[in-house]
């Protein structure tokens, strides 16, 4: 059983990013591109910075969001092409690699298939300590997919 994960909610303009170990959170963050820099650099820097936290922390295991095509097919792509930038990165380190769907994120974490981001945000606070700063939504989605995938392994 994997003790270490990093959690990713992939995206193309910020990517959430957690590293949990059993039931502690010991990193947060979103990794954000710069939206004037060209499409090849902002996947460049995603790589950088997915490399760069791999080294640092260490882990097992990368838990990754399945992609969700909504009705924006540009914007699925480049979400598409920035999440195969980071099984590249998670697969040089030779992490195991899980995915999960928004729906299994929704049902570890709230119960509720149908949860939205309000009901995740208050069960993500309720079921593990957070820092004090301010965060983002894709950053509380990486930390909720990390819960997802650390309670998945205590079942099996």
């Known amino acids: 059983m994997q003790s270490r994960t990093l ?3 992939p995206g193309f303009d910020r990517i959430g990013v957690a590293v949990l170990e059993n ?3 010991l990193f947060s963050d979103c990794i954000e591109t710069d939206r004037k820099s060209p499409h090849q650099e902002r996947l460049l820097m995603i790589g950088k910075a997915v490399e760069k936290i791999i080294k640092k922390w260490k882990p097992e295991a ?3 969001e399945k ?3 909504n009705q924006n097919v540009t914007n699925a792509l480049k979400v598409s092409e920035a999440r195969g930038v ?3 990165e998670a697969a040089r380190a030779g992490l195991e690699i899980f995915e999960y769907s928004p729906q299994a994120i929704k049902i570890a974490v709230t119960g509720y298939g149908k949860a939205d981001k309000a009901q995740i945000v208050n069960m993500v606070r309720k079921l593990i300590a957070l820092p004090s700063k301010k965060m983002l939504d894709d950053e509380v989605d990486a930390i909720a997919l990390g819960i997802t995938h650390l309670a998945t392994q205590k079942s099996i």
């Open 23 to 25: 039931d502690k959170l």
């Open 67 to 69: 992609l969700f095509f």
């Open 86 to 88: 980071i099984l590249y």
């Open 62 to 64: 990368l838990a990754i």
């Open 7 to 9: 959690a990713i909610d």
